[in-house]
């Protein structure tokens, strides 16, 4: 059924360069103006956390916020838990309009659009605060919206904390990483950060890694506290090693076939409420990060902190030299974002 749909949307964006695409929102409307203002949708939002988890919360805030503000004429219904697809797949069925939004990880989002890869580069935002500078500026924006190339239309960051290594056996050094069969995102610059940290990457969609852990098929993977945690993953590889490798942040963005069809005034409500959605977020994800923490240690995961960060940022500069060199821009932006 899914694949039907998405071949429908498919040879629609092809044949009639997106002008009619149907699968996107019901547009139940009296008057069913395509930018009529009073048009009245129902949307879906795709995620694949559980309905409890910080990027949900942010989802449903966000939904909720545009669902006052128009009185119920606009309608986003938010499926969690991976239930519209694969966090690729999902980005494939945004480009058609056959999903309406979707809240993913930055590294995915790399893959369809290269500057996104800068988020992801090893070790160049020090901290949250420093990442969120960068988010909050004109170069976080420019991004968001450069999206268009790509048939999205970015709508605001969400928090998603530092990425780190875990894995079956001990981990307790960059050493032990080599040779370890590692679990990264669909993403080209996470095969090769793996890669240059000596461990041999193996993408695989995030729905597949509990299995995968549990079989052995992968010894290991990366994801911050919340992820390790409500996916279960510790249960497996009960090893994790802080080395925080990522501060990769979420994004919550809309089809580009979606946003065209809205009128102005709706298009500014569902930008407003977007960015008004970011406090709920980031509260729920800060509670998460300390919650999920506290579980893992109950659970007995043998939690190793990393001292000196040097090797490990020595280990990965080429990738980041790679990924940059076409980003001068942004990168001057992302180190006037340390100063401040
Ligand atoms: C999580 C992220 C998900 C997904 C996942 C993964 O941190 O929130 O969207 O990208 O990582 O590792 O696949």
């Not at 694949?48 to 966000?62: L, M």
């Not at 999903?99 to 790399?110: E, S, V």
């Amino acid at each position: 059924m899914k694949k039907k749909r998405f071949l429908v949307g498919a040879i629609a964006a092809l044949f009639l360069a997106g002008t009619v695409l149907a699968g996107c929102g019901k547009d139940t409307g009296s008057g069913g103006g395509a930018k009529s203002g009073g048009a009245t949708y129902t949307f879906r939002l795709a995620d694949n956390h559980p309905p409890d988890y910080p990027t949900v919360i942010g989802d449903k805030k966000f939904a909720e916020l545009v669902n006052e503000r128009t009185n119920g004429r606009i309608k986003i219904e938010v499926f969690p838990s991976g239930q519209l697809g694969e966090e690729k797949a999902v980005l494939e069925q945004i480009q058609l309009g056959a999903i309406d939004f979707a809240r993913t990880n930055a590294n995915p989002l790399a893959e369809f659009n290269n500057q996104f890869s800068v988020l992801g580069l090893p070790y160049i935002f020090e901290n949250d605060e420093h990442l969120w500078r960068f988010l909050e500026s004109d170069s976080g924006e420019k991004m968001l919206n450069s999206l268009e190339k790509s048939r999205m239309k970015g709508l605001a960051y969400y928090s998603s904390g530092a990425r780190s290594f875990y894995s079956r056996k001990p981990l307790k050094s960059m050493a032990d990483l080599k040779g370890m069969k590692i679990r990264v995102q669909q993403s080209k610059l996470n095969i090769d950060l793996v890669t240059a940290l000596g461990a041999s990457a193996t993408p695989m969609p995030y729905g597949e890694v509990f299995s995968g852990l549990q079989t052995g098929v992968i010894d290991g993977a990366e994801n911050n506290f919340p992820s390790y945690y409500s996916s279960n993953h510790y249960q497996a590889a009960k090893h994790i090693l802080l080395d925080k490798h990522q501060r990769t942040p979420e994004v919550l963005l809309i089809s580009k076939v979606t946003w065209d069809k809205l009128s102005p005034e709706d298009q500014k409500i569902i930008k407003q409420a977007a960015l008004d959605s970011v406090k709920t977020q980031r509260e729920a994800w800060d509670k998460w990060e300390k919650e999920s923490e506290q579980k893992l240690r109950g659970a007995g995961v043998t939690i190793t902190e990393v001292t000196d960060f040097k090797p490990w940022q020595e280990a990965v500069k080429p990738v980041v030299q790679k990924y940059s060199a076409e980003f001068k821009d942004i990168m001057e932006d992302v180190e006037k974002a340390r100063k401040q």
